[in-house]
């Protein structure tokens, strides 16, 4: 049991912030033991106790060296439950210390004529804390002891140790490490970054102002302490203004990166990567859940996606990908919108579009259902039972609104437009009854010389009857007409016409194929249609399609009548001495029937 009540014969001096195991390293020098660890031994102090920080040895000490122990005590890290130690006026986890590798300052070393007069501080023992607060020099680190128990006994490691001049740290760099002391002086504060616990206060600090001053990609393990200390000063400056404060700077770092051009991590980069592997300690997530709850409502993070060690419970934005993987909205349709609301930029090709800002869930819902309305040409016309051609002319004649915000390239119609049209030829029809002498509206057009669109529009202004075949008309072909109701209404006798695409279909042939039988002289254009539509190149005279189709027949037309491959059926033709009518490469095959009968 330690008895002693006296000072040693031999003492050293003391200074305030000297650590407990500095202060005994050198007096256990001055008295000629050359271990601390045999020193304490000698005098009855528990070395791992002291080590610690533990009152009763720091007491024991004080009265060995003639010291006061209050200043001592507050210097020396002291442990008070598991992984937890009080520095000062701090309660600090044992991550916020490099306790096992002695850091000093090298013009401290230079300035002395012995190793016991060098004095290492209780602060140095802080992972934060790089610089000596007296000369301003970054502390450099000693090599460790053969004996890892000897690593706080600072005065036999100093021996023969000739470290260089050290960096001089700049004046504005250090500012962490004045808070940081700070704290320890007189204790926390009331701010927001006061009350985070001091582990938690000093990397969040620096992590930020790394990713503020070197970037998203840079390596922890290659900063040097200048580098540090300068992080260190960025994320006070930041973390100061509190919560809010740092939800504007992460925005700030989104908003220097064009929208969708990286996720996420790769715009918080080492910042986002330290939060990510601090999962085990709880006292992180008070800046986790910040960070976590920004990139949620920042960036367009799907249902059940991890963040941060947690899922996200439901997505509030939205990218052109997740658009179409959650909604199945095409890049395009939805591009050619958001391009009206200023949210994106076409491509010069106008086929891709940039997001100058994600598209908010709400807002896509919206979308989506504007655009569910509409449907494409193709499909509008299928819809009404007529051909995308006679379509856009409905269109052009004002029967049928067209949507044409999208840009000129393509054309949309809303289902409420095609039902209206349709509604307004249900309201001049009525069941056909015993009527035998009704034809459907394109062929009572192609009798009058006009167009379907042209005729169409005359009925509903003037109001002619129409008629329907079973209980209901479900399409526009399923319209008829009586041909004496039409009596005045273009009555010069018109020659029939039949379209490229019908010739086609029962031809069975290309419609290309179907314009170079024009150009070669098989099938003539009309010659006495009023219609401008039906002299443009696209009709052809009914009564030489007959006449060419009663002595040909396609290529096509021989393959479904004899089961047989194209190839062969080709060859078995070409053996007989049948050719087909000289129409160019491209052209599906017309033989004449004499020649394959």
Same mark, same amino acid.
């Given at each position: 049991?330690?008895?002693?009540?006296?000072?040693?014969?031999?003492?050293?001096?003391?200074?305030?912030?000297?650590?407990?195991?500095?202060?005994?390293?050198?007096?256990?020098?001055?008295?000629?033991?050359?271990?601390?660890?045999?020193?304490?031994?000698?005098?009855?102090?528990?070395?791992?106790?002291?080590?610690?920080?533990?009152?009763?040895?720091?007491?024991?000490?004080?009265?060995?060296?003639?010291?006061?122990?209050?200043?001592?005590?507050?210097?020396?890290?002291?442990?008070?439950?598991?992984?937890?130690?009080?520095?000062?006026?701090?309660?600090?986890?044992?991550?916020?210390?490099?306790?096992?590798?002695?850091?000093?300052?090298?013009?401290?070393?230079?300035?002395?004529?012995?190793?016991?007069?060098?004095?290492?501080?209780?602060?140095?023992?802080?992972?934060?804390?790089?610089?000596?607060?007296?000369?301003?020099?970054?502390?450099?680190?000693?090599?460790?002891?053969?004996?890892?128990?000897?690593?706080?006994?600072?005065?036999?490691?100093?021996?023969?140790?000739?470290?260089?001049?050290?960096?001089?740290?700049?004046?504005?760099?250090?500012?962490?490490?004045?808070?940081?002391?700070?704290?320890?002086?007189?204790?926390?504060?009331?701010?927001?970054?006061?009350?985070?616990?001091?582990?938690?206060?000093?990397?969040?600090?620096?992590?930020?102002?790394?990713?503020?001053?070197?970037?998203?990609?840079?390596?922890?393990?290659?900063?040097?302490?200048?580098?540090?200390?300068?992080?260190?000063?960025?994320?006070?400056?930041?973390?100061?203004?509190?919560?809010?404060?740092?939800?504007?700077?992460?925005?700030?770092?989104?908003?220097?990166?064009?929208?969708?051009?990286?996720?996420?991590?790769?715009?918080?980069?080492?910042?986002?990567?330290?939060?990510?592997?601090?999962?085990?300690?709880?006292?992180?997530?008070?800046?986790?859940?910040?960070?976590?709850?920004?990139?949620?409502?920042?960036?367009?993070?799907?249902?059940?996606?991890?963040?941060?060690?947690?899922?996200?419970?439901?997505?509030?934005?939205?990218?052109?990908?997740t658009a179409k993987q959650v909604f199945g909205i095409p890049h395009h349709r939805l591009g050619q919108k958001l391009v009206t609301l200023g949210m994106a930029k076409p491509h010069a090709s106008d086929r891709f579009y940039t997001l100058t800002r994600y598209i908010p869930t709400a807002m896509l819902t919206d979308i989506i259902a504007e655009l569910g309305?509409?449907?494409?040409?193709?499909?509008?016309?299928?819809?009404?039972?007529?051909?995308?051609?006679?379509?856009?002319?409905?269109?052009?004649?004002?029967?049928?609104?067209?949507?044409?915000?999208? &840009? /000129?390239? $393509?054309?949309?119609?809303?289902? @409420?437009?095609?039902? !209206?049209?349709?509604?307004? %030829?249900?309201? +001049?029809?009525?069941?056909?009854?015993?009527?035998?002498?009704?034809?459907?509206?394109?062929?009572?057009?192609?009798?009058?010389?006009?167009?379907?669109?042209?005729?169409?529009?005359?009925?509903?202004?003037?109001?002619?009857?129409?008629?329907?075949?079973?209980?209901?008309?479900?399409?526009?072909?399923?319209?008829?007409?009586?041909?004496?109701?039409?009596?005045?209404?273009?009555?010069?006798?018109?020659?029939?016409?039949?379209?490229?695409?019908?010739?086609?279909?029962?031809?069975?042939?290309?419609?290309?194929?179907?314009?170079?039988?024009?150009?070669?002289?098989?099938?003539?254009?009309?010659?006495?249609?009023?219609?401008?539509?039906?002299?443009? &190149? /696209?009709? $052809?005279?009914?009564?030489?399609? @007959?006449?060419?189709? !009663?002595?040909?027949?396609? %290529?096509?037309? +021989?393959?479904?009548?004899?089961?047989?491959?194209?190839?062969?059926?080709?060859?078995?033709?070409?053996?007989?001495?049948?050719?087909?009518?000289?129409?160019?490469?491209?052209?599906?095959?017309?033989?004449?029937?004499?020649?394959?009968?």
């Amino acid at each position: 049991m330690f008895t002693a009540t006296k000072p040693l014969p031999l003492t050293v001096p003391t200074i305030v912030g000297e650590s407990a195991t500095s202060f005994a390293s050198r007096l256990a020098r001055r008295n000629g033991v050359p271990r601390l660890i045999a020193f304490c031994s000698d005098v009855g102090i528990d070395y791992f106790a002291l080590v610690n920080g533990d009152p009763v040895e720091i007491q024991r000490l004080a009265v060995l060296g003639d010291i006061d122990p209050v200043p001592l005590q507050a210097a020396t890290p002291s442990l008070i439950e598991p992984g937890r130690f009080r520095l000062g006026n701090e309660r600090i986890k044992f991550t916020g210390f490099i306790r096992t590798t002695l850091r000093i300052c090298p013009m401290c070393i230079s300035e002395v004529r012995n190793t016991t007069e060098i004095v290492h501080h209780g602060v140095w023992q802080l992972a934060a804390i790089r610089t000596c607060v007296k000369h301003g020099r970054h502390l450099v680190a000693v090599p460790k002891p053969k004996n890892g128990n000897d690593c706080f006994d600072h005065v036999p490691m100093l021996d023969g140790f000739q470290p260089t001049a050290g960096d001089l740290a700049a004046s504005q760099d250090p500012e962490l490490e004045r808070y940081l002391t700070d704290r320890i002086l007189t204790g926390p504060g009331k701010s927001w970054l006061d009350r985070l616990p001091f582990h938690i206060a000093a990397q969040t600090c620096e992590m930020l102002g790394a990713l503020l001053t070197l970037g998203p990609r840079v390596k922890r393990a290659e900063l040097a302490d200048a580098q540090w200390a300068a992080a260190g000063t960025a994320g006070l400056s930041i973390l100061r203004g509190g919560p809010e404060a740092l939800r504007q700077k992460l925005k700030e770092i989104q908003d220097s990166h064009p929208v969708g051009e990286k996720r996420y991590r790769s715009h918080y980069g080492v910042f986002f990567d330290w939060l990510r592997f601090r999962d085990d300690d709880r006292d992180f997530d008070v800046v986790r859940d910040i960070v976590r709850d920004f990139i949620f409502k920042n960036f367009p993070v799907t249902v059940g996606s991890t963040v941060l060690g947690k899922h996200c419970p439901e997505q509030l934005l939205h990218s052109f990908s997740t658009a179409k993987q959650v909604f199945g909205i095409p890049h395009h349709r939805l591009g050619q919108k958001l391009v009206t609301l200023g949210m994106a930029k076409p491509h010069a090709s106008d086929r891709f579009y940039t997001l100058t800002r994600y598209i908010p869930t709400a807002m896509l819902t919206d979308i989506i259902a504007e655009l569910g309305a509409r449907i494409s040409a193709k499909e509008a016309a299928k819809e009404i039972g007529v051909e995308t051609v006679v379509l856009a002319r409905l269109a052009r004649h004002g029967l049928i609104p067209k949507q044409s915000e999208y &840009g /000129k390239r $393509s054309t949309i119609y809303r289902q @409420e437009d095609l039902k !209206a049209f349709l509604e307004q %030829l249900r309201r +001049l029809a009525k069941p056909a009854g015993a009527n035998n002498y009704l034809i459907d509206v394109s062929t009572a057009a192609c009798r009058r010389g006009v167009a379907i669109a042209v005729l169409t529009k005359l009925i509903l202004e003037c109001r002619i009857p129409l008629y329907f075949e079973g209980e209901c008309a479900d399409n526009f072909r399923a319209f008829r007409v009586d041909p004496s109701s039409l009596h005045g209404i273009y009555s010069k006798p018109q020659e029939p016409v039949v379209s490229s695409w019908s010739v086609a279909r029962i031809l069975k042939i290309s419609r290309p194929t179907v314009y170079r039988l024009r150009q070669a002289g098989f099938l003539a254009p009309p010659t006495t249609r009023k219609s401008a539509g039906i002299r443009g &190149g /696209k009709y $052809s005279c009914k009564k030489s399609f @007959e006449e060419f189709q !009663a002595v040909h027949i396609s %290529l096509t037309e +021989l393959i479904e009548r004899s089961g047989r491959s194209p190839d062969d059926k080709f060859n078995y033709q070409i053996s007989n001495g049948a050719l087909p009518l000289p129409l160019g490469l491209q052209s599906t095959m017309i033989f004449r029937r004499a020649d394959v009968a």
